[in-house]
């Protein structure tokens, strides 16, 4: 049974940056894609970042240049790097894994952005 558990959320203020991290248990990150996805209040849920397992990485538009998704294969986890954080930003934001694992959701970690 694969299991996704997210952390790094928290307060912080605009322009300021935070690290999402994402541990996998049952299955091997390196060998599936990886994405991150964040759900703003009242918002449909959005993709923010994926990275295959070749290394190939894609960012929404709205995060380019600022956000960076990465993985540790011999930790087995990823992250996703977040600078110049704008108060949009707040959000719940979400691990999944997908590919050679079943399709897997983490429980999520709430960012607010905000002074």
């Known amino acids: 049974q694969v299991q996704l558990v997210e952390s790094g959320g928290g307060l912080v203020q605009p322009g300021g940056s935070l690290r999402l991290s994402c541990v996998a248990s049952?299955?091997?990150?390196?060998?599936?894609?990886m994405a991150w996805y964040r759900q703003a209040p009242g918002k449909q849920r959005e993709l923010v970042a994926v990275?295959?397992?070749?290394?190939?990485?894609n960012y929404a538009d709205s995060v380019k240049g600022r956000f960076t998704i990465s993985r540790d294969n011999a930790k087995n986890m990823g992250y996703l790097q977040m600078n110049s954080l704008k108060p949009e930003g707040r959000a719940v934001y979400y691990c999944r894994l997908f590919g050679d694992a079943p399709d897997s959701w983490g429980q999520g970690t709430q960012v607010t952005v905000s002074s």
């Open positions: 049952g299955t091997i990150v390196a060998i599936n894609s």
């Open positions: 990275i295959n397992s070749g290394g190939y990485t």
